[in-house]
């Protein structure tokens, strides 16, 4: 019997939830962090979507939001032209980088010193945090506004996406190293460090490319337009998601389509896989997140595998040809609602 997936849905925000990105493995679990046209990006138990803060200072839209690995520092990018990094343990705002239009990308180097930011201005900077009223080093040479900015290569690289151009560049020189054309807008990037892939959306294409020379690896279609699309840590499959409101799940190996889900009300914006690959979480139009298991029907988080053990299965068969009864009726609605909006119904707005 084929298990039917049930997300986890995540309210709380008010607009659409443009961005997404997890943490990596803490001693405490890891970490969700989503940005929304609402200006207030939440921070959220990854495993459970459970809602842990809200970041609240931004005075527009929140296009960009990440988490350093050990997700004790949040970075966010906003339309009110700054960026911020916050205390992502006490929600306090630790500074804030003034720009000159709207900024659209974060990323920490790993070890958390340096911020990259990207926007409007088409500029790339790199702010060094110990030193934040000090100007930062500034790259230039994109020719539209910069949608993602990305470390790769230790940090000692770059990678950048504009309109249709994805570029490479050398940290140390400040230079570029290469450029990629691509027929259609860029609508994401992730940049995957084991095995050094870059993933690249547009129109229907979810492209992977190498993240050291941008030679593409290979490329799947997908059946609508897709808006961003994430690579297993595995590299088993891959999850993509866009404007049919439909999540897709590909053989990476194959390119075969594996599953699609509609859960969402909206067009998808963005789709990531958690570190340890167990899930994979969705930011749509609608205003929600939703957390989506991997392998359905596996005991994870706030899902619980409810297939009979086989010494009870003729008990259930057997209970399964009577009428609904009121126990039964009960334990379903437990069920239900377990996996249902109201776990996190509430509309937080207190600091974190």
């Not at 439909?246 to 194959?254: A, E, G, P, R, S």
Request: aromatic share 8%.
């Amino acid at each position: 019997m084929a298990m039917r997936q049930t997300p986890l849905t995540c309210s709380g925000h008010t607009r659409p939830v443009v961005d997404l990105a997890f943490s990596g493995v803490t001693p405490y679990g890891y970490f969700l962090i989503s940005a929304c046209k609402d200006g207030k990006p939440m921070l959220r138990q990854g495993d459970t979507g459970d809602w842990i803060g809200t970041f609240l200072g931004h005075k527009g839209a929140v296009w960009g939001a990440t988490l350093n690995t050990d997700a004790t520092k949040a970075a966010t990018a906003a339309a009110d032209f700054t960026a911020k990094v916050w205390d992502a343990v006490s929600g306090d705002e630790l500074i804030t980088l003034a720009h000159k239009h709207i900024v659209k990308s974060v990323d920490f180097t790993q070890d958390s010193n340096y911020l990259l930011t990207g926007g409007q201005d088409k500029l790339l900077r790199i702010y060094d945090l110990s030193k934040p009223e000090a100007e930062p080093d500034v790259v230039s040479g994109h020719t539209s506004g910069i949608k993602k900015a990305l470390w790769s290569s230790d940090d000692k690289q770059i990678l950048s996406a504009d309109d249709k151009t994805v570029r490479l560049w050398d940290r140390s020189t400040m230079t570029e190293v290469k450029s990629l054309n691509v027929a259609m807008s860029v609508s994401s990037m992730e940049y995957v460090p084991e095995g050094q892939i870059l993933v690249i959306t547009y129109g229907k294409t979810i492209a992977f490319h190498s993240a050291e020379t941008l030679e593409q690896i290979k490329s799947f279609e997908a059946p609508a337009t897709i808006n961003s699309a994430s690579l297993h840590p595995a590299k088993e499959c891959l999850v993509a998601g866009g404007e049919d409101f439909k999540l897709y799940k590909y053989d990476y190996n194959t390119g075969e389509e594996l599953e699609s889900y509609k859960g969402h009300f909206g067009p998808i914006h963005c789709v990531r896989f958690s570190p340890d690959g167990e899930l994979y979480a969705s930011g749509s139009e609608d205003g929600t997140l939703r957390l989506w298991q991997t392998t359905v029907g596996k005991t994870y988080g706030l899902w619980k595998c409810v297939v009979p053990e086989e010494e009870n299965a003729e008990a259930a068969k057997a209970r399964t040809t009577l009428p609904g009864t009121a126990e039964e009726e009960t334990v379903a609605e437990e069920i239900a609602s377990e996996n249902s909006d109201t776990v996190y119904s509430s509309t937080p707005e207190v600091k974190a």
